[in-house]
């Protein structure tokens, strides 16, 4: 009977969506070779052997990737074979959802450094921008303009870089900028809630905000919607789907507000 790799053989096998995430359960202790633990991806294992993942892995490297799945879905935004640019990417996150959703390349920006996942930094079709700052890039520095470009930034407005996001992307493009009103508000409402914003007519105030800096570069909010999962210090998030280009009347933030209310509630 013909033997496999461990990692081709969870491939063949539909446990892993690819030889790298393999590589990583098994590295991390959770595949069992009938019953016994493996640790080696290049152990040689029969067709025959059960194979058995314990704890599986998150899908994504951090929360972030779940977050931007929502948004996808919802929006019903496709970036399959898309040049994508993600700002503010972190740990990775959203670079990682944008890859598994079939994305032909993606620039990752952070101003940090070491901070995305290695197996982000060893994909062939993740180019990783570290310590840079948004608004000291041009778009010839880095290839644009991009079709698709996600954001999720801390500690700065989504207002003090908006001019630079815009200078990314070009008219038949989809932006999705991730809206967290703990750093779009003034600091007295911040301190008040302990940097946790859970007032609604803050939230309305911070959307609206962020709803005329992207008309004055003449772009618009298409969809808007509260992210179904939270950020870590327990903050409600909005997640926009913007374009580039005018668009006739205007979205009525309120109601986006009411729905975080009411599932905030739930």
Known sequence: ??????????????????????????KSGKVLVSGSSALKPSSMVDASQPLTIIDPLPKYVSRAGGKLEAALETFKIEVKSSRCIDVGASTGGFTDCLIQNGAKSVLAVD??????????????????????????????QVGAPFE???????FISLRAVMINLFSLVEKNSSMLLLVKPQFEAG????????????????WEEVLKNVQDSINTYDGAIIECMPSPIKGSEGNVEFFLHVTPETQQGELEISKVVSLAIEQREN
């Open 111 to 140: 101003v940090g450094r070491g901070q995305i996942h290695e197996r982000l930094v060893a994909n062939q079709r993740v180019k990783v921008l570290e310590q840079t700052d948004v608004r000291s890039l041009t778009p010839e």
């Open 148 to 154: 698709v470009l996600t954001a999720d930034l801390a």
């Open 1 to 26: 009977m013909a033997r496999r790799r461990l990692d081709l053989e969870m491939v063949r096998r539909g446990l892993s969506d690819s030889r790298e995430m393999a590589q990583l359960l098994i």
């Open 187 to 202: 600091k007295k409402e911040v301190d008040r809630g302990r940097g946790v914003i859970r007032n609604p007519e803050i």
